[in-house]
């Protein structure tokens, strides 16, 4: 009987020890978890010592592929020996799991691992693949801060696999709260730590620091004199360029240091407003997607020069070209500039102003209404045009008459009652516009636009600019509250790394220092504004972040790796230096992730055939060398003279010639009797005039 009781318990603490935390149901029956499963529903196996004699003798993961799954589950293990882990590894997708990338492919071979794990049943029948059993699931259920991982590691080597942005991917295939996922415990009790990725103490902590949505802003800069924008140009040395109204442009090294000399200085051009209100100045700045082999930059500022002195109009608003200098990377040569357009304008609020690239290499210039009425449009025919307007035009031209092109799918491209430049307008006081690095599920771009709601209004509002919209009619993306809200500055889509509560949101604030977040919806089905929903945006105080913003904000901008910044400034006084430059940061993330990081290069000299070659003229940003009047020929090498030059004379500078001996005039056409002691200088210089012609021909021929 003895025996028999002994048997009975026995087999209880089998079935226990299968079944883990197992529940009753109301009949006493036990109700299995399914924990400790293989996928295919099968008991995991123990290793024998002599397997894990083995694995703890036999090197690191790197020496053979399936000692890495043979490590992770190196007691209890749905693949019992290093072959059968092996093939687990290489049968899966290799078009989905496979990639050059070191560190993505380490982390795909950890993943793949999980057919090993002893709770693999739960890692992947967990999944929504119970609703649809014809489908093997890809991936098992990760823990969230993997997921994480996974995510912002991998989405640019494994496109086809990573279709959703960061929370719906994780919302899929991530776990949250309790449960198994992977990495799982196994994995824990092997590395020694309480969790996996996460530091659970540092991140309590900082929970009990900062609110759930609350960010810091860092302090970078200060000092600076009205700022009003901050970008970057594109070109891999991760430089900022920093916008001042007075017509300044500073660079801030990626190091944080600021450069002395300017980048840009046209401060006697521009026409700066010192009184609240008024918006004249340096508006933007649009660096070319080219640039890092053009050279090429885009500038809109206000001025009022003295051909357009006479006239009801208060100023104009310009945007002109400039090319960076051939010899100093850091610093613009303003002998490049030439003029796209000009704008006149009755009032000094409401002008806009902002350029921006489209992925598509397309520039947008965006415009205020000038708080121009229907009387003023009536005595200044032609003036109002383009107020009010998003343009769209194409700088790659070969033209050299014209410095833009009209792309042909403008919406107004054939019409006779509209700019063909226009590609949207009812635009009444732009703030920051943003483009969205990535574009939308069905491919087309997103431009974000803060603005008024009306003329004589301050209640703002957030467009989303599509091709031919008016947005007098058309509704929002969201209307602000008028309660607290000031005139909106704009915003930028954050697609950082630092940060990934924020990856996707639209990030904007008003002059009063209010900050924003706007969120899509994973949920909505809705085309409208209705897809974009409001989350209250808080900044940690000094205390606790180490710097904030306290007084207005002027402006935002955005790095190389998508980080968004703030342009602060305590005092609104035009002559103050009391400007400052904030980064916008996670607190529960490091401040520099390693995933994050990217390697700086430093700015190249610009070193195109066209850059070298085209001396007398200016280069397009197709490359094309554009002669200045008087010279021609390949790279403008040739001066012309016009009348030609006669008797052997040769065309040296425009309608200068260098005769030879004998002659003279403009075209060396006056003969002239040389004295018998000048005739041996008189050799000399016909011997030069014949090189010099030589010279100008080969170099022609070789160019």
Known sequence: ???????????????????????????????????????????????????????????????????????????????????????????????????????????????????????????????????????????????????????????????????????????????????????????????????????????????????????????????????????????????????????????????????????????????????????????????????????????????????????????????????????????VDTRTVRVLMEVAELHRKHLGGQLLFSPNGLLHIILGDGMITLDDMEEMDGLSDFTGSVLRVDVDTDSCSSAYSIPRNNPYFNSTNQPPEIFAHGLHDPGRCAVDRLPSDNGSLVILCTDASGKNTSVGRILEITKGKDYENEPSVYDLQSNGWAPPVGGFIYRGCQSRRLYGSYVFGDKNGNLQILQKSSFSTSASGEEWQEKAMCLGSAGSCGSTIVGHILGFGEDEQGEVYILASSKNMAQSHSGKLFKLVDPKRPLSPKECQRQVEPPELLMTACSRYCKNGHCTPTGKCCCSPGWEGPFCRIAKCEPA???????????????????????????????????????ILDHIIDMTSYLLDLSSYIV
């Open 1 to 331: 009987m003895k025996h028999l009781q002994f048997v009975l318990v026995l087999v209880v603490a089998v079935n226990v020890w299968e079944c883990g935390d197992a529940k009753f149901g109301e009949k006493g029956e036990i109700i299995s978890p399914r924990r400790r499963r293989c996928y295919d529903g099968s008991l995991p196996k123990r290793l024998k010592k002599r397997e894990r004699k083995v694995l703890h003798d036999g090197g690191s993961s790197s020496s053979n592929s399936g000692e890495l799954c043979h490590m992770l589950y190196s007691r209890v293990s749905c693949c019992p020996t290093r072959r059968a882990a092996y093939q687990i590894l290489h049968r899966m997708d290799a078009r989905i799991f496979s990639t050059n990338n070191t560190e993505c492919a380490h982390l795909l071979d950890e993943i793949k691992c999980a057919r090993c794990s002893p709770n693999a049943q739960v890692l992947f029948h967990s999944l929504d693949i119970d609703r649809q059993p014809h489908r093997e699931p890809d991936l098992p259920r990760l823990c969230l801060d993997f997921c994480h991982k996974f995510y912002y590691t991998c989405r640019g080597h494994i496109p086809e696999l990573f279709q959703a942005d960061v929370d719906e991917f994780c919302q899929y295939y991530g776990r949250r709260g309790a449960g198994l996922c992977f990495p799982d415990f196994q994995r824990r009790q092997l590395l020694g730590q309480d969790s996996n990725y996460l530091e659970d103490e540092k991140i309590d902590g900082l929970n009990r620091r900062h609110k759930h949505n609350c960010y810091c802003a860092q302090e970078v800069l200060s000092g600076l004199k009205q700022p009003v924008a901050v970008v970057h140009c594109g070109d891999g040395s991760q430089r900022l360029f920093v916008l001042e109204r007075e017509g300044i442009v500073r660079i801030l090294t990626h190091n944080l240091e600021l450069i002395k000399e300017p980048f840009l200085d046209i401060h006697k051009l521009v026409q700066n407003g010192l009184k609240g209100g008024d918006e004249r100045g340096l508006l933007s700045l649009a660096f070319h997607p080219n640039y890092k082999k053009n050279g090429k930059l885009y500038v809109s500022y206000t001025t009022n020069q003295e051909r357009w002195a006479i006239g009801p109009h208060d100023h104009i608003l310009r945007v002109v070209e400039y090319t960076v200098s051939r010899k100093n990377p850091n610093q």
């Open 645 to 683: 030059c006669r008797n052997g004379g040769v065309c040296m500078e425009p309608n200068k010639c260098l005769c030879k001996s004998g002659y003279s005039g403009l075209q060396c056409e006056k003969s002239e009797r040389g004295l018998p002691n000048d005739q041996e200088k008189d050799g």
